[in-house]
């Protein structure tokens, strides 16, 4: 069975800074695509950052300069480093993984960490 798990969620004061981590663990052969989207209170999840297998970024215009994506293919791990952080990234974040089992291809997704930005 797959699981990702996300941590380092809490709370950052505005201008702050906080590194999410999530370690993808299980029976899987490879892992293509990572990333992270998030869902601010009262509106519907949206696209953060993504980055391939070979480590090409993506990132949403909101935190393009801002944030920065990273993995680490031999521990199955993806970061999100967020500086800079202001009020409108309060939301929960959730990292996925395009898991490869045999010839098929399955997205996974964690189960979410808080992230507030407030004083």
């Known amino acids: 069975q797959v699981q990702l798990v996300e941590s380092g969620g809490g709370l950052v004061q505005p201008g702050g800074s906080l590194r999410l981590s999530c370690e993808a663990s299980g029976r899987f052969d490879s892992i293509n695509a990572m990333g992270w989207f998030r869902q601010p209170p009262g509106k519907e999840r949206e696209l953060v950052a993504t980055?391939?297998?070979?480590?090409?970024?993506n990132y949403a215009d909101s935190v393009k300069g801002r944030f920065t994506i990273s993995r680490d293919n031999a521990k199955n791990i993806v970061y999100l480093q967020m500086n800079g952080a202001n009020p409108e990234d309060t939301a929960v974040y959730y990292c996925y993984g395009a898991i490869v089992i045999g010839r098929f291809q399955f997205r996974y997704w964690g189960q979410g960490t808080q992230v507030t930005v407030s004083s």
């Open positions: 980055i391939t297998s070979g480590s090409s970024p």
